[in-house]
C-alpha cells in the first residue's frame, strides 16, 4: 500500500518558523514510531537501510499548519493511522499544535492519497505520458561524493527514486535504471537556487518545475517504466534528506 497522509494542526503556542526537517523526523521515530512498534524504529533507524518512507516540512495554508508523511510499507502506515487516532497534541520543537484532521483523501490535500501498489502500477500503465513535468515542492539536491549539486540531472533523479521503490515493483519494471537514463530529456524548467537551512547544515538546493519529455526511441515497457518511476516520486522524494522535509516532488501531465 502507498499511503501520503496529510496531517493538519492548529496552533496553540509556540514558533513554527523554528521547526525543522530534524523535528518532524524526531517526531516520526521518538514518538509515532516507538509508540507503536520499537522494533520497527529500530529496523527503519540501522544504517544504510533502505528507508520506506518521506516526511516533509511543516507549512500553513487556510490558518491551518500541516506535514505530511509518505510511506509504502504497511507497518509504516498502520503506525502513523494509530497515533494520530490516540493523540491530539502535538509538540514540535517547543510549539504546541492540536490536531485538526489527518487525510489521505487527494481532495483534500494535493499532497495527500493512499493506493494499492498493483493498482498504482495499473494507473501508471494507463496514464503514460510521453511529456510531463515535475513539481519540486521542496529544496532538493543530490549527492555526488563529497559535494551536493543542486540540478536536476535525470540520471541522479531516476537513481534515486528506483532505489526507494519496493523490491515487487523494481521487479515489475523488469528494468535497471541505468538502461532507462538515455531515453529521458530534461527539456525546460523554471527553477531556482535556495541555500536551504532547515537540515543541519545549510545545503544549496533548488525549487520549482521541470519538464521532461521521454525519446521516441524507448520501447513501450520503458516508456511505462520511467513514468511509473517518475510517479513513485510523490511517495519517495528525490535527492538527499527526504527523510527529513528536503526533495518533496509530483509527477504531472501539464508544465
Not at 208 to 234: H, L, N, P, Y
Amino acid at each position: 500500500m502507498l499511503t501520503s497522509q496529510v496531517i493538519f494542526l492548529k496552533l496553540k503556542s509556540g514558533n513554527p518558523e523554528n521547526i525543522n526537517g530534524s523535528h518532524i523526523h524526531g517526531l516520526f521515530f521518538k514518538e509515532i514510531l516507538k509508540n507503536y512498534d520499537t522494533s520497527l524504529a529500530d529496523y527503519l533507524h540501522q544504517p544504510n537501510m533502505p528507508k520506506a518512507f518521506s516526511l516533509s516540512y511543516i507549512y500553513q495554508d487556510y490558518g491551518l499548519y500541516w506535514f505530511r508523511i509518505a510511506s509504502w510499507m504497511r507497518d509504516i502506515a498502520d503506525a502513523v493511522f494509530s497515533y494520530f487516532n490516540s493523540n491530539f497534541e502535538i509538540i514540535l520543537n517547543n510549539c504546541v499544535f492540536e490536531l485538526a484532521k489527518t487525510s489521505t483523501d487527494n481532495k483534500e490535500s494535493y499532497w495527500a492519497n493512499r493506493i494499492n501498489i498493483n493498482n498504482f502500477l495499473d494507473e501508471s500503465k494507463n496514464t503514460y505520458k510521453d511529456i510531463f513535468r515535475l513539481e519540486h515542492f521542496s529544496p532538493t539536491s543530490f549527492k555526488n561524493g563529497d559535494s551536493h549539486i543542486p540540478l536536476p540531472m535525470p540520471e541522479f533523479i531516476i537513481k534515486s527514486i528506483y532505489k526507494q521503490m519496493p523490491l515487487s515493483m523494481q521487479e515489475y519494471l523488469q528494468t535497471e535504471p541505468e538502461l532507462l537514463i538515455k531515453f529521458i530529456q530534461l527539456k525546460e524548467h523554471r527553477i531556482y537556487s535556495v541555500y536551504n537551512r532547515k537540515n543541519h547544515g545549510a545545503i544549496t538546493s533548488f525549487e520549482g518545475k521541470t519538464r521532461w519529455q521521454i525519446d521516441k526511441k524507448a520501447s513501450q515497457q520503458e516508456k511505462e517504466a520511467i513514468w511509473t518511476i517518475f510517479r513513485f516520486a510523490f511517495y519517495s522524494g528525490i535527492g538527499v534528506k527526504t527523510t527529513q522535509g528536503m526533495g518533496m516532488c509530483r509527477a504531472s501531465d501539464s508544465f
